[in-house]
């Protein structure tokens, strides 16, 4: 891992590892920033009411951000530090040595801050955390322990009793927390560029793309190939509380294993290794080899993460000129881990004179069976000169029945949601409410059907 991302270190400093627009029918790098967003949520319903639950208070609630809040507060992350350094590096003299600094000092911050708070490992760990804080089971994110290079990290002090409650009478969010961090850098790649492809904001990604796409990718094959039962076992070795024990060890370990068990009781893992509490930890050798087959299948999956021109820092194809201006395109595939198998999804945008919409076409998959969706939605519409903007997204799939990973049978489900800004020149409040079916979306932890509802203020930094 480490070699991986020293390469994609050292490729990211070249000016020519990717160009950020077409114009006309060249290829011409730019070096302006575009509209800059930053998204403070300050209401999220019923994550936060949830979170209030959990920890028995209103401020403490924003201790348990849920998915929505956490993966606006990493793209905030991620958005501001980008920014900052490409403001604060600048050679009038040498465009060169202007982009090859930016380059190196935004890719030095990634690496660095991969495994700090409101990085891409706090994201992961949150993403489990919200499906638990979901059924009123505190935790802790031990990425906001001191950790650099961390072979693992846990979320701990769950109860036994309460894993065991979550599995035994809810098993496809059970599932679905298995898979959870595995999500969570999905949504983050997949954020950050429509960000940026609708708003131009020309940051230098390209790094952060490719050490999150390598992260899964990595994750996922060490899971498959048994990589990580050595240091399961070491951990078990040395973790003689519960508080201590991670909720689950290995992710994709666990994930597949319940979905090729799903009548087994969490009490059914045994005992132990040190007598106290339940084992946690599924190693290889506990998965059926059907199991083992298709999470090797899931993990060939992971290339799907990669093929995206915006990979390679082409955000923004120019498709057409009108004399009303231009049309601008691009498209990203997506690998999803899903609470009943995966998500293989390509998404489609456009961006036009006086609109911006974009498109996913999914096909869901579990054991052996293929279901499909389609999601399209519109991003920042303009009213009453531009005064008050207004986007949505509406949704429609057949998905495994009841979630189930060996079923043929399909449910119909969908989502619709709408979003209303108020324009300024500084701060943008929002509001967003929406409906959703049963089944499963990415970044909404609420597997049942329901209502959502989220409101907050979008800062704009740059222009």
Request: net charge negative; aromatic share 14%; glycine share 8%.
């Amino acid at each position: 891992m480490k070699k991986t991302l020293l390469f994609i270190l050292l490729l990211s400093c070249f000016p020519a590892f990717g160009q950020q627009a077409f114009d006309n029918n060249l290829v011409r790098p730019t070096d302006e920033l575009g509209q800059i967003y930053l998204d403070m949520p300050l209401l999220t319903l019923p994550a936060q009411a949830d979170a209030y639950r959990t920890t028995g208070g209103f401020f403490r609630s924003y201790l348990n951000p849920g998915m929505e809040n956490s993966l606006a507060y990493s793209t905030d992350l991620y958005t501001a530090a980008h920014f900052g350094l490409k403001k604060a590096i600048l050679f009038k003299n040498s465009q060169f040595l202007t982009t090859f600094l930016q380059r190196m000092a935004i890719s030095v911050f990634d690496v660095v801050y991969m495994q700090q708070p409101l990085g891409g490992s706090w994201l992961h760990e949150e993403y489990h955390r919200a499906v638990m804080t979901k059924y009123g089971v505190n935790s802790y994110n031990e990425v906001l322990d001191p950790h650099f290079w961390a072979s693992s990290i846990a979320v701990s002090h769950e109860k036994d009793e309460d894993l065991a409650m979550i599995c035994n009478q809810h098993r496809p969010d059970f599932v679905r927390l298995m898979s959870a961090g595995h999500e969570a850098i999905v949504d983050l790649n997949r954020t950050l560029q429509a960000n940026g492809f609708f708003y131009h904001q020309n940051l230098d990604n390209e790094v952060l793309y490719w050490m999150h796409s390598m992260q899964n990718l990595i994750y996922v094959m060490s899971c498959a190939n048994g990589g990580g039962d050595a240091g399961m076992q070491e951990r078990n070795a040395i973790e003689k509380t519960i508080e201590s024990r991670d909720f689950t060890g290995m992710d994709m370990n666990a994930w597949i294993y319940e979905l090729c068990y799903p009548d087994r009781p969490y009490e059914a893992r045994g005992l132990h290794p040190s007598g106290v509490g339940i084992n946690r930890y599924i190693l290889s050798d506990m998965i059926p080899e059907e199991g083992k087959q298709y999470l090797r299948k899931q993990a060939g999956l992971e290339i799907f993460n990669f093929v995206s021109p915006m990979m390679v820092g082409f955000t923004r194809f120019r498709l057409a000129q009108t004399d009303a201006g231009a049309y601008y395109g691009n498209f990203a595939f997506r690998h999803y881990l899903t609470a009943f198998g995966s998500d293989v999804s390509l998404d489609l945008y456009l961006q036009a004179p006086k609109y911006n919409v974009y498109s996913t076409v999914h096909t869901y998959h579990n054991f052996d069976h293929h279901f499909g969706g389609l999601e399209v939605g519109l991003v920042d519409y303009p009213l009453l000169d531009n005064r008050m903007q207004v986007g949505g997204t509406v949704m429609g799939w057949v998905q495994p029945k009841e979630m189930a990973f060996k079923t043929a049978s399909g449910s119909v489900g969908g989502l619709v949601k709408t979003r209303l800004n108020y324009h300024s020149r500084v701060v943008d409040p929002y509001a967003e409410l929406g409906w959703k079916s049963k089944g499963w979306v990415a970044g909404n932890v609420n597997l049942d059907s329901g209502f959502f509802l989220r409101a907050g203020l979008r800062w704009q930094i740059g222009r």
